[in-house]
Each structure stands twice: as C-alpha cells, then as structure tokens.
C-alpha cells in the first residue's frame, strides 16, 4: 500500500536531487546537463565574491529567528489569555477571525498589504494624512521591510499556531489549577509557575521543528509582498528562495540557483542533526529521531 | 483561618479579572486586525473608481459602484474557466491526495510491516533535503514533458511528509488487533483497509482531506512556474495574481466588454476578482473550521 507514495517521492523529491549537479557547471541550455562545462566550486567563489550568499544568509535566518521567536510568544499569549476567558461567544467569535487569514492564498495577502501601504491610494497614507503627518513610501524603503513581513507573518500565523498550545494547556490537570488557587496563587502566579511551564515541552518540540527549517524561506509570502522584481528592497528582503526563484524565471541562471540551493539543503541539514543533538543531550524525550 | 481563606480568594479573584481584561482587550485588538483587512477588500471592490483615485482604498464605499463587478462578469468566459479548473483540480487533488496518504499511513504503523522504519525515514529524509528548485523545475519540464499540464500542478500536491505523518498517529489509536481478528477472518489488507480501517478513520480524514483541499484551492506557486500564458485557463489564484500585477492582462480581458480602455477600473477589479477568487474558501470556512481545531488538537497531543 505504500507502493504509490514511495514511487511519488522517488520522482519529486528524490530525482532531482542529482540535479544539484548543476551547481558544479557552467550550465548552458543548447548543451544540457551533462554537455555543459564543468565549473568545480566557480559558482560558489562567484556568489561568495558578490557577497549575495552572505546576505541571502542573513537575510533568510533573522527573518526565520524573528518568526519564530516572535511567533511562539504571540501564540502562547494568546493561548493563555483565551483559556483565561469566561465569555465562550467571545472566545469562538475572536478565534474564528484570528484563523481567517490562514485560509486564504498568499496572492490575497499580497494584495491586502498593497491595500494598506500603496503610496497613491493606501489606507495608512489615508490616515496619516488626516493626521496631518507625511505620508509613507513603503515600497521603495528597504528599511521598513523587516517589519511588514513579519508582522504580516505574525498576523497570519497567531490563530492557527495557537491552538496547538491551547490544546496543550487543556491537558493540563484542574486538581494541579484549584491546588495553587487554595495556596492563595493569583492569576498571574499560575500562569507564571503553572502554566508557562506546563508549555515548555510543546515549545521545545515546535522550536525543533521550526529550526529544521530555518534556511527555508517563506517563499509565497516574501514573494507576494515584495513583487517579483523590486530591485529596491532587495537588500532587506532578498532571501535565498526569491534568490532561486528569480535565477530559474527572470536571469534563467540555473547553476548559480542550484548552487544556492545546494547550499541551502546542506547548511539546512547540518542545523537540523546538530538541533537534534543538542535537544537529545538536554532532554533526551523530545528529540526528533 | 475562615478570614484570611476569604481575603486569599478576594486577591485570587481580582487578578483574575485583571488578567481576563487584559485577554478580552488584547484579543479583541488582535481578532478585529485580522478581520478589517478583509473588510477592506471587500469594501474597495463597491467602490467607484473616481473616488479611489480621489481619496484611496477605504473599508465602506464613499461612492458604491457595481461597475468592477459588472466587468469581471460581463467577459466571465475567463474566471468560469479558471473557476471550474480549480474546482476539478481541488476535487480530484483531494480524492487522490486523501486515498493515498490515507493508505501510506495505514500502511506505515502496521506493526507487521517489515519495512515501516526504512520507507518511514525514506519519507522523512524528504523534509530534510532537497533537490531545490531548479532541478524540479527541469524534472517536470524537460523529463515528465508536463508543461502547460494540468497534471504539473495536479501532481506534486497529492502527498506531503506532514500529511502522511499526521495520519500515521491517527491511525495508531486504532488497536492492531482489529487488523488481526479480521486477518483471521479471511480479509485481504485492501479490504480491512477499506472497509474496518477508513470508516473509523472519519475525522482524521476530514481534517487530512481540508488540508490537501484548501492547499489545492489556495494553489498559485506550480501553476505560475508550470502554466504559461499560452494556456487560456489556468487556476484562479493565478487569474487573481495576474490581475493583480499586469495592468495589460486587465485591459486585454476586459477589452471585449464595451469599455473605453481609459475607463478600465484597474484599482477596483483587482479587489472585485479578489473577493471573487477568495469568496467559496471565506463562506465555507467557520463551517470547517472545527474539523481544523479538532485535527491540529489531536495531533498536538499525540506528538
């Protein structure tokens, strides 16, 4: 029964693979794969020179520590604060709008930020005009990037993570709860010394999970934020999926994408084993494999 | 003793109410962000062109028009198209997806599989490395020959690692012995699989099956690398995409419908066709939203 999935992942995932080949050529379409000169580490001495694999690099992985840590924090925030609530209307009404931007594409939001930062007709220039303030040129300030993205991030993503650790905090037994409240433990108590720490091993193991991956990009969200080809912010917003993407479609330099690749999938590989032994050295129960 | 119990619960019950404040407010604050955008969309979408240009996008109409929505559908040759491709494509992905991550996931926890653990990791191994881009992108068009196919979009969106895994701990709570009594019973592994093992399997299959459908419905990434614009119907969130940046792909679809090209109203058909494309995902969604909460729940406690 297993037979159509190994053969699916036989075919996407595993036969490129010996594309990355291409990495080590100087690729040239009439020649193909195998005609195409072999460049050894070229490709690698090229992106290093340019110093575009560096800010690939630091690009990709602050916006992956800010999502992750900022993300984390907001859901447990608001996992927390909801299982605090009496008012069961409020609590599925607040939970039913938070998921609302999960389920829509990566298109949609690309338009909904332009909705809100388009110089000309924006609803942010709107109000800070009526403020009487200059108004703002979002897509032509690289400075201002980091924290659109992630705050878009952030919006995305709150009302779907948080239910992991609401679910979570459901588990936890109300004897442990009632016991701290006859000790005389405020609010604040319990959730200090109870709760948080009662979340501990759901962090732990989604900050694993979320590490693996810390040299992917978010490509759909970059991409449908950024545009395409918005030269002016790339250097705050280039990371190493746009990079891949725009030398396969506009540059149509496919071994200096495959290089960049390459280097993602081993850098990415190394973070997950050395993730994976830290946490078996720590707490050897929530380790991956 | 009786007093001091009574101030404790006095002190208990104001910080709660301190800290359920803070949660009605801060929620409140957060829910309303994620709603108001939408909002925005939709109201730009009512309104007239003249008046965007006047005073920008806003969530209620300043002068209602209809007009943006009277073009997206005078032409609807074009969106009907991509409409019934995305509706194919979701219903198929989903019924094909579902079937076979259901019999992987099945087939991986048995624990009479000899080779659970190496195809278990052969999967995995998946997530932790790849081809990249670039060479899959030459897989599918150069090697499978499936440019301008449906099928390049179809496929790579059937299986995923994380589906496959979260069905794994599902079907786990189901005891093995069921699998064996009807073993005994003469079943073959496709009829236990059919017949005991899905039936039982309902509401991880509902939430494995949203998943797999609400990625084919929200599905742009393959169809722009895959389906080039000698297609004339591809999948809506591309249609939406391609509204969206090229001003020249609005005044060629619209350049059938008895308009000026002046007066074609760009700003607001972007948000008409937005509310169009995005419309059955946002009316279905509170409906299938529990079956979301239910599955991620039950996955986050097994692990």
């Known amino acids: 029964m297993c037979f159509p999935a190994v053969a699916f992942f036989l075919i996407f995932s595993y036969m490129p693979m010996p594309g990355l080949y291409l990495a080590f050529i100087k690729y040239n379409y009439s020649d193909g794969i195998f005609g195409s000169a072999f460049a050894g580490l070229e490709n690698f001495r ?133 016991a701290s409240e006859i000790d005389g433990a405020n609010a604040f108590q319990r959730i200090r010394y109870i709760v948080l720490p009662w979340l501990k091993p759901t962090f732990i193991i989604l900050l694993l999970f979320s590490l693996g991956g810390i040299l992917k990009g978010n490509f759909g969200l970059f991409f449908n934020l950024v545009g395409a080809n918005n030269t002016a912010l790339y250097a705050s917003t280039d990371i190493i999926e746009t990079y891949v993407f725009r030398s396969l479609m506009t540059n149509f330099n496919f071994s200096m994408g495959s290089a960049v690749s390459l280097y993602q999938s081993l850098f990415g590989f190394i973070v997950v084993l050395s993730a994976n032994w830290l946490v078996k050295k720590v707490s050897p129960d929530n380790s991956l494999f | 003793m009786d007093e001091t119990f009574v101030s404790a619960h006095k002190k208990t019950d104001a910080s709660g109410l301190v800290v359920r404040w803070i949660g009605y407010l801060f929620i409140g604050f957060f ?90 990791f052969f999967i995995y191994f998946t997530t932790l490395f790849s081809g990249g881009l670039v060479p899959f992108y030459l897989l599918i068009t150069q090697y499978l020959h499936l440019k301008d196919n449906y099928l390049a979009v179809l496929l790579p969106g059937l299986l995923s690692p994380f589906l496959i895994i979260m069905m794994k701990s599902f079907v786990r709570s189901i005891p093995h012995a069921i699998t064996e009594s009807a073993k005994i019973d003469g079943a073959g592994d496709f009829r236990i699989f059919l017949r005991l093992i899905l039936p039982m399997t309902t509401p991880a299959l509902a939430t494995i099956g949203l998943f797999i459908a609400l990625g084919y419905w929200n599905e742009w990434y393959n169809s722009m690398l895959f389906l080039s614009p000698d297609m004339k119907y591809r999948t809506l969130q591309l249609f939406l995409y391609n509204v969206i940046t090229s001003a020249d792909f609005v005044r060629n679809s619209a350049a059938s419908s008895n308009v000026q090209l002046r007066d074609v109203p760009l700003e607001s058909m972007k948000m008409a066709t937005a509310v169009v494309a995005t419309g059955p995902v946002i009316l279905f969604y509170p409906f299938v939203q529990r079956y979301f909460i239910k599955g991620i729940t039950v996955g986050a406690v097994k692990g």
């Not at chain 1, 575009?52 to 602050?62: E, G, K, M, S, V």
């Not at chain 2, 994620?34 to 109201?43: A, K, Q, S, Y």
């Not at chain 2, 989903?94 to 099945?106: E, I, N």
């Open chain 1, 46 to 178: 090229f992106l290093v020179m340019t110093g575009d694999l560096w800010r690939l690099t630091f690009n990709t992985i602050a916006y992956n520590i800010a999502f992750i840590l900022l993300g984390n924090m907001l859901q447990i925030t608001v996992a927390v604060l909801l299982n605090e609530m009496r008012s069961k209307w409020f609590k599925k009404v607040s939970q039913t709008m938070m998921f609302l931007p999960y389920f829509v594409s990566a298109v949609l939001i690309g338009l909904i930020a332009y909705n809100i930062l388009s110089y000309d007709y924006g609803i942010l220039n709107s109000v800070l005009h009526s403020l009487g303030l200059d108004p703002v040129k979002a897509y032509s300030s690289p400075g201002a990037w980091p924290f659109i993205i992630v705050i878009t991030y952030l919006w995305q993503s709150t009302g779907y993570g948080s239910i992991v650790y609401f679910a979570a905090i459901m588990g936890l037994d109300s004897e442990i709860v009632e």
């Open chain 2, 31 to 120: 829910a309303l962000c994620c709603l108001l955008p939408f909002l925005l969309v939709l109201g730009t979408s009512f309104t007239s062109e003249s008046a965007i240009k006047l005073s920008g996008f806003n969530f209620w109409p300043k002068e209602f028009s209809l007009f943006a929505y009277k073009i997206v559908f005078e032409n609807p040759d074009l969106i009907i198209g991509s409409y019934i491709v995305t509706i194919v494509m979701t219903i198929v992905g989903t019924a094909v997806g579902l079937l076979l991550v259901a019999m992987t996931g099945y087939a991986l926890q048995r624990p009479d599989f000899m080779y659970r653990n190496k195809i278990s």
